[in-house]
Each structure stands twice: as structure tokens, then as C-alpha cells.
């Protein structure tokens, strides 16, 4: 037996399970225990009871039958009979009925496991720093908080119940049939005992490599499914669809192929326990032949066909476990990885709460990526008066969204700080600052759902006067008014129904709703034609009138028409710093 995937199961569960889990969880292998021996119980009191109904005359001569006749005291013969027949039909009800519940103990019990797992895995993957997020992609992460813990479920917590009570219930028949038997005892051992271990040693090393395979299949089928989806236009008219839709076939194809091996997997062990117990019979039988004077060896096979028909079954769901975990064991080590990021952010709102009245200061700020041997941003000091209407423009790649990234968060300084009101944004506060910091990007993310549900996050209770502020300001009123369900209309998928100055409206009548005291808009308007363009700009226009700080990464020289101050970038560093006239005297 391969202790090590079973310890690392234990290991991997117990991980996952309070103290009081643990005892709940030992409890309930104690319950499975006592339902397994019942069941044990069951099979071998049908035996005598059966022998008695063909025989009669055994009730007297039988020991055991004798005993329990004399104790109640029965007077016929017949009415014993009954009375055995009856008890084993109400014992066999009650069995089922207990381990029915044990059942639902157990299920229900694993499935609160698996809905802890479940959330701690988005926990973690929502908190991973933003690099290691876009590392990762999406594919990977949705396996990972949706498959893998059913995986683990599936694969590692049911079977490690499994192999831990069918190898007490293995140890409890082997240990009666040593007591009661021994030279049976050495047969049944000798002859089921390494063929077990073979068959699990010839299907070890197979079922962990298609674990893995699968595992790292599934992503793969995944990120086809949602590039084929996400990128329908393009690809229809690249005509592209069929390559597509091999690479998905083959994906899958695999999948399937690995599926059925693994399925083919969890038959044999069956099959070589059954043909070793043949095996044994024959063995025994050729022996008592061949061999003069042992007749009595036909007992024992007798014995030994009943031991392994009652064995068989529970050394091959052993052995099928076993498999399973072994196949799931990447589950374990999946599970795992990023455990850093498992707790809920640190920091709250009333820890540390960031104050904005006067000004935000960029000091000595550097940021250079893991990879990168220069700094994409390079020492950059400004300062940004609340209230303030900034620009920023330079060549692509010259670190305008970066430094926008490191004002979010979502990158973090090596050098310098950026202060607010002279505290530095750290990780304590940085739930307190995205209070009241937005992001309207080029591609505003928008969900499957209405326009109110995209503008409020789908709050609850929304604030009816603050969203149709934020509409109103947002230039969205027009629009808003002309569809027959208003707010509650549905804009499809990722926005599909909206055109894409409506789209980046959405964005900011978002960052309005919320009480927003900095809007960063990256490229508002990069994207759009002129129609939209005037649209967004009036939005932008109107935002300019209230005390909101914004900064506005622009390629279109006009979008910046409101800004106080225009700054330049080029190779992480801050050029020049300008007004709108001056920008647009040198442009023209
Ligand atoms: N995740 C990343 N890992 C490594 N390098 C990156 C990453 N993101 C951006 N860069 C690099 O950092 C530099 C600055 O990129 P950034 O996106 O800030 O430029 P930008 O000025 O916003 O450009 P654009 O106007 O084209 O959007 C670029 O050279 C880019 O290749």
C-alpha cells in the first residue's frame, strides 16, 4: 500500500477542517464503522438462519441456536423459525435505515467541506496581486476555484472515507478468520494480499499521470470554448470557427480518451481480485486431489469462497479508492498553491481611513516589472490638487497606464510613495482609498444583466436618487428613457447591446454612483467614432464642473480640452508639463 497518497490525503482534508470538524468528521468514520460491521453482520446471520429453515433439527443440535431457543424460552420449533425470519427482515430494515442517515451525515457533511473549499479558493484568487492574476489566466483560474474543489471532493475526500472504512472492516473479517481459522487466514492473506498490492502498484504511476493530464486539460478546452465565444465576430469573419473547433475537438478528444481509461481503471481491480480468488479455489481443490488424505481442505475451500465473496467487494472498493487518489492527487497539490493569499484582504474602512481634502503627491515613485531591467516608471514627483483636471499624454509604452496602475493599487511602488493628504497608500488602507477612487477603462467591464444592476454593481438597495444623478451626469438620460424598460433593461452579454460611447457611459455613471472623489479614465475616447466621442466628451465635460480629481489618459488631444494641466510621459518619467493651449499650439 502506498502510505504516502493516503497520509497526503488525510493531510489534505484535516487542513481544511476546524477542530470541531475533526471530531465531527472522526465521529461520522465511527458511525460509517459500525454500518460496515452491521452490514458484515447482516450477510452472516442469514446463514444460520437459512441453514435452520432447510433444516430443521440444526435449532437443537447448532450451539449458538440452541442457546438463543432455550434464553426466549420458544416452546415450537415453528414459531422460532418465524420469529428468526421476521428478526432478520426488521434487522435489515433498521440496518438500511441507520446507514441511509449515516449516508446523509456523510454527503452532507462533505458538501459543507466542499462549499468551504469553494470559498476559500475565490478568496485567494481574488486577493492574488494583480501580475500574478494576469499570469495565470482565466481559463486556469475558473478550473481552479470551480474544478478543482470538486476534484478534491469527489476524488480525495469520498474515497479516503471509503478506503478508511473498508480497511477496518477488512482487518475485522481477516482478524475472525484468524481466530477462527488460521490456516485459512494464511490462504486468504497469501493470496489476496499481494495480489492487491500488485494490482495497485500496476495502476499507480498510470492513474497519477492521468490525473495530471486531465487536470491540465481542462483549462485548455476551457480558454478555447471562451475565445471562440468572446472573439465570435473576428473569428467568423477570418473564418476561423473550424480551426476552432479542431483545436477544441482534440482537446477534448484527450479528455475523453483519459476518461476512459480512468473509468477503465476503477474495473480492473475487480476483475484480478476475482480471478485471484478463482485462483485460490482451484488452487486449493487441485491441492486436495493431488494430495491423498486432505479431504478436509474442502471445508476450507468452502470457507474460503465465502470469506473472499464477502472480502471481494470491499478489497476492490479499497483498491478503486486507492486509484481514485492516486488520480486526484494533483487535486491536493492544486489546492494548495497560492495558500498565502487565503485569508480575506487585511485592512478595513474604519482601520485607517484615508482622508482627501487638499492633495495627492507622487514622490520619488519608481515601479520597475519582475521581468523588466529598466523602470517603467522612474522617479516621478507631482503634485495634484483636489479637484484637479489632469492629463496625461505621451507615446505608447512610455508607463502612463502603469502609473495609473500603481495610483490603483494594483501595482505597488518599489521606490518613493504616492501620499494622500500626506499619508502614504499602503496595504492597510487600500480598502479605505477604493472607497472613493475609480476606473473607467477603454473596455468598461460590463455583466449580463440590466443597466441599473451595471451602473449600481448589482446592489441591493439602490440609491434611486444617486442613479439617476449619476445617469443624468453620466449623459445616459436620453438613452435610458428611450428603452421601453429603462433601467431595468438587459444590455447582453459583455455590453452587446450597447454601442460603444453608451458602453463607456455605463463606466462612468458607475464611478458617479459611487461616491467617486478620483476618477482615473484611461483613453476615454480612443475608441470611439466622432458621434460617441462628442457624447462621452459632454459626460467628461460635466464632470469637469464637479469637485471630482480626475486623471484622463488620452491619445485625442481634445478629450483633454478640460484639463487644468497636461503632462507628458516618456520612458517612465514625466517630460513636460503644459496647458491645453499650449498642447494644441504645438499640434497644430
Ligand atoms: N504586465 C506587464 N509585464 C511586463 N511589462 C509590462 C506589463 N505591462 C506593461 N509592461 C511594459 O511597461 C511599459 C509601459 O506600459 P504602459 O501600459 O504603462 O504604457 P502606456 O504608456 O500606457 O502605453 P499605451 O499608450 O500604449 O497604452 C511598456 O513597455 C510595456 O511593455
Partial sequence: MDQNIVVKALKGISYYLNKSEKRYAFFTFLLLLLASILDVFGLASLVPVIMAASTPSLISSNKYLAYVYEALNFQSEKLFLIFLIVGIFVFFLLKNMFTTWISYKQVKFT???AIKIINRQFTKYSNLPFWHFANEGSAKLVNNVLNVPQFFVNGVIRPTFTLLSEVTIILVIILGILIYQPVLFVILIGVLGPSAILTYQLLKKRSAHIGFQLNALRPISYGILSNTFNGFVELKLANKIGDFRNQFVSAQ????????????FSLIPLKIIEMVAILGVVTIFLYSIIIEGSSSLVAIVGLFA???????PSVNRLLTSMVTLKQSEIAITELMVFEEFGQPLIGNNSDRPIKFEKEIVFKELSFSFPESRRSTINKINLTIKKGEKVGIIGSSGSGKTTLMNILLRFYVEQK??????????????????YDIVSYVKQDTFLMESSIQDNITLGDKHVDQSRLQYAIEQASLKGFVESLPEGVHSLIGERGAKLSGGQKQRI???RALYKNTQVLVLDEATSALDTNTEREVSEAIDRLSQTDITIFIIAHRITTL???DRIFEMDKGRIVSERSYEDVIKEVV
Fill in 111 to 113: 458538501s459543507e467541506i
Fill in 253 to 264: 478528444k484527450k479528455t475523453q480518451e483519459l476518461e476512459a481509461r480512468s473509468y477503465l
Fill in 507 to 509: 463606466g462612468i455613471a
Fill in 416 to 433: 518613493g510613495n504616492i501620499l494622500i493628504d500626506g499619508e502614504p497608500l499602503t496595504e492597510e488602507n487600500k480598502l479605505s482609498w
Fill in 306 to 312: 465465502a470469506a473472499a465473496y464477502r472480502l471481494m
Fill in 561 to 563: 480640452r478640460d484639463c
